[in-house]
């Protein structure tokens, strides 16, 4: 009788210990308040990765004045793209050619804003126009078939 009242005993705290650990760690609470904290704090432009960036790009709802302000903000403080090791590409150019190549596809672009983009990023590269342009004419050639 005793063993079977001690087995239950530790089953029972068991229990309570599981359910108070899962309502130490549950805090519903927490990412409202996160969420107000970012609604309340707005990042400066310097702040955002190249990856954040190229990301308002890639996403389809964005519209023609986040996807300005994006591109904007991607030559203000990532347009340089480090020399060519001869005549290997720096891999940074990469990212560039598939942001351009994603911009032509967007469907709130505008051909202004292609063609900025396009101009700003060869007047801060000129040693990859050649490439940039090539990028370029192979994001409006595929245009048509996406």
Do not use: C
């Amino acid at each position: 009788m005793d063993l079977v009242f001690i087995i239950k005993s530790l089953i029972g705290l068991i229990l309570i210990l599981g359910i108070l650990i899962a309502l130490l760690f549950y805090n519903p609470g927490k990412k409202i308040k996160e969420k107000k904290a970012l609604a309340e704090k707005p990042k400066e432009d310097s702040e955002y990765s190249f990856e954040d960036l190229a990301a308002i790009i890639k996403v389809k709802k964005s519209s023609t004045d986040e996807l300005q302000w994006a591109l904007n903000t991607i030559l203000k403080y990532y347009g340089e793209i480090p020399p060519k090791d001869g005549i290997r590409l720096h891999d940074d150019f990469y990212k560039f050619s598939e942001l351009v190549i994603r911009l032509t596809h967007h469907p709130h672009t505008t051909k202004e804003l292609i063609l900025h983009f396009d101009r700003e990023l060869q007047k801060l590269n000129p040693h990859y126009a050649k490439e940039i342009n090539d990028a370029l004419t192979k994001g409006i050639k595929s245009r048509g078939n996406s």
